[in-house]
């Protein structure tokens, strides 16, 4: 028995979604691997953590000082990722939501006068604003 998690709208309207995060791929694709090098320097620090406590029960100074420059070079590196990590997840964030708030904007203006009518100014203000921020986070941070 087969069991499809998606069906064929489901899979249309990833591939949609997706269209808004292709002009930033290349960021995309830097900041999958930021957050793999932080779980990398994640598994790291507790070996140089157990290191160092091997070092000074060895009484080695010479060690315990290169096992602390090392922990020091992680922290640097650790930081660094996680500074570039935030900004690129705030650059993709915030230029998918113009690009969705723009496409929304172009669609509603193509819109028949009717439906200015029918429809309240608070809804378009919350299509616009609500549904392009609830869509750019699921594309950054959930996706990722």
């Given at each position: ?50 290191r160092i ?13 290169w096992n ?53 100014v608070g ?22």
């Open positions: 028995m087969k069991i499809n998690i998606f069906n064929s709208s489901d899979i249309a309207l990833i591939k949609r979604a997706m269209n808004y995060v292709k002009p930033y791929k290349v960021r995309f694709v830097l900041s999958l691997l930021c957050i793999l090098s932080g779980i990398g320097f994640s598994l790291i620090q507790p070996l140089l953590w157990g406590l091997t070092s000074i029960f060895d009484k080695n100074v010479d060690k315990v000082l602390i420059l090392y922990m020091s070079i992680l922290y640097v590196m650790e930081s660094t990722v996680g500074f570039l990590q935030s900004y690129l997840f705030s650059f993709l964030s915030q230029n998918i939501i113009y690009d969705l708030k723009r496409d929304i904007y172009k669609k509603i203006m193509d819109l028949p006068i009717k439906a200015f009518d029918d429809m309240r809804d378009f203000i919350s299509r616009i604003h609500g549904d392009a921020t609830a869509v750019a986070n699921v594309l950054t941070n959930q996706l990722l």
